[in-house]
């Protein structure tokens, strides 16, 4: 029948509508968000270079705002703001561990505190 052929068409669009929503809604939310590199390498003076697992930190911190409030979305943005003066040494490596710091104190998953954790020795400065 003309009919039901309609109807079951009808029922199948619909599902395919709210499957297509319902991909683009998850593609939305915080998790799973990976821009810019997975891993990052920051420079740290006299100290092996630090290690950043960038889009872990996409899935488990809120928003970009905790890092990148304190520098703009561009490689090499902390060694420019640090040589000019606008960060102070060791001001995003303290951001990095307050945070650390009060998860383990909440009780909840979280990053390293000690210096080798972060500092690598087998880690180059990295030229951007
Ligand atoms: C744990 C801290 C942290 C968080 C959270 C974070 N980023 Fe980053 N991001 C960095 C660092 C560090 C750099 C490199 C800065 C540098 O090289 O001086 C960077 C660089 C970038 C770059 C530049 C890449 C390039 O090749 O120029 C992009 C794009 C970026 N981040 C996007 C994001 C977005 C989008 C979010 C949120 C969904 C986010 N980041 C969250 C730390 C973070
Ligand atoms: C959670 C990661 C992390 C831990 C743990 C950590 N650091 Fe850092 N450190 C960084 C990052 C990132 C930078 C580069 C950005 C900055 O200077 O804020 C840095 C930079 C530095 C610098 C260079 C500042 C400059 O420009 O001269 C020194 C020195 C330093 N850290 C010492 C230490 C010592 C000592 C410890 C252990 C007590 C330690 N760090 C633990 C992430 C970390
Ligand atoms: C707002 C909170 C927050 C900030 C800011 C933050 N982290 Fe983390 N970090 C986390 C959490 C949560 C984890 C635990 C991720 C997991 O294992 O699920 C983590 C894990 C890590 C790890 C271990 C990853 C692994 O695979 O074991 C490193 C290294 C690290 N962070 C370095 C940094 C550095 C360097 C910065 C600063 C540039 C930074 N973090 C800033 C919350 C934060």
Redesign the pocket.
């Given at each position: 029948m003309k009919w039901k052929g309609f109807l079951i068409s009808c029922v199948l669009f619909l599902a395919l509508v709210g499957l297509w929503v319902g991909i683009a809604q998850s593609g939305g939310t915080s998790d799973a968000v990976h821009q810019g590199p997975e891993t990052l390498i920051?420079n740290s003076g006299p100290m092996s270079p630090?290690?950043?697992?960038h889009w872990?930190?996409q899935?488990?911190?809120?928003g970009c705002a905790?890092?990148h409030e304190l520098f703009p979305q561009q490689r090499g943005s902390v060694d420019a703001l640090k040589a000019e003066g606008q960060l102070k040494k060791k001001q995003?490596?303290n951001?990095?561990l307050?945070?650390?710091k009060?998860?383990t104190e909440a009780g909840?998953?979280?990053?390293?505190v000690r210096c080798r954790?972060?500092h690598r020795k087998e880690l180059k400065a990295s030229k951007p």
């Open positions: 920051l630090s290690l950043v697992p872990k930190h899935e488990v911190v809120d905790p890092c995003v490596m951001r990095c307050a945070c650390h009060q998860k909840n998953r979280t990053g390293p954790d972060c």
